[in-house]
């Protein structure tokens, strides 16, 4: 097995045991089919800035080249017959690990440790992905990210899995930009990721929102083709700012999301009963 599997926009691909590397606060593996698909996507903007800061450590590592034929193949047809093929457990076992994931949760021979990495699939049929779940997984130290492809993975691999992961109800043609949506969700709230901190807490679904929705941003100019900025915005008084924002946010949630609403005030009940 390569230790180096590909090099490109200062990428490297790596999934095996190297040397050892300075620490960082997480580091995530992602086994793929398709290793390629991310090298601009983990290059580039806060997840390229992150990574070459040492902030976090970020690795691909390419399902292939743990197939056991000389075709290097991963999958194959599914039992029962039916369209589509399905990913190998044999190749994705190697993958595991080689990231330290290789002792399985349940079944046979399981064992549990408080080293083992967070071992996610992304799949339509797991738990939603939210701001929550990116919050609590960026506290964590190694995950470890199965993308799937085709009509997913052997059954029998999800021994090995903490938990699925699911970007919507929706199906996609593999696990890769799922993995990199909650790479990028998870990598921006590392500390020192994000320069301005205090920015997070105003995201949309944060806890300066109280879980509502952002409110609408504008810059200049202030008039452009008929359309002008809220002349509160340019007056200067940041207690009338902030409230037309408060009441923006909530205007826009009410519009787009009122779900999050219910949410919200649920939210603030249950910490009226706490007090």
């Not at 086994?31 to 450590?57: H, I, N, Q, W, Y």
């Not at 009441?247 to 009122?258: L, W």
Request: charged share 30%; glycine share 8%; aromatic share 6%.
């Amino acid at each position: 097995m390569p230790l180096l599997l590909a090099r490109a926009s200062g990428l490297t691909l790596n999934c095996a045991k190297n040397k050892r590397a300075a620490p960082v606060a997480l580091r995530i593996d992602v086994l793929t089919l398709f290793p390629r698909m991310f090298e601009g996507v983990f290059s580039e903007s806060l997840l390229g800035k992150a990574r070459d800061k040492k902030l976090v450590d970020v690795r691909v590592c390419d399902i292939r080249g743990f197939a056991q034929d000389k075709h290097h193949q991963a999958d194959d047809r599914p039992y029962g017959g039916g369209p589509g093929m399905v990913l190998k457990p044999e190749p994705l076992l190697g993958a595991l690990k080689a990231v330290s994931a290789g002792t399985p949760l349940r079944g046979p021979g399981c064992r549990t440790s408080a080293r083992r990495p967070i071992v996610i699939y992304l799949s339509p049929q797991g738990r939603r992905l939210t701001q929550s779940l990116a919050d609590e997984l960026a506290k964590k130290k190694r995950l470890v990210l199965i993308s799937g492809h085709y009509e997913g993975i052997d059954e029998r691999i999800l021994d090995w899995v903490d938990f699925e992961v699911s970007v919507g109800d929706v199906v996609l043609t593999g696990g890769e930009i799922p993995a990199m949506t909650l790479v990028d969700a998870v990598v921006r709230k590392v500390p020192g990721v994000v320069k301005e901190t205090a920015s997070l807490e105003w995201d949309s679904f944060a806890a300066g929102w109280e879980g509502r929705l952002d409110c609408p941003h504008y810059t200049r100019p202030a008039e452009w083709r008929g359309r002008s900025v809220p002349e509160i915005l340019l007056g200067g008084n940041h207690r009338k700012i902030d409230a037309w924002r408060a009441t923006a946010s909530r205007t826009a949630t009410n519009k787009k999301r009122p779900d999050l609403l219910q949410k919200s005030s649920t939210r603030r009940e249950r910490a009226n009963v706490k007090k």
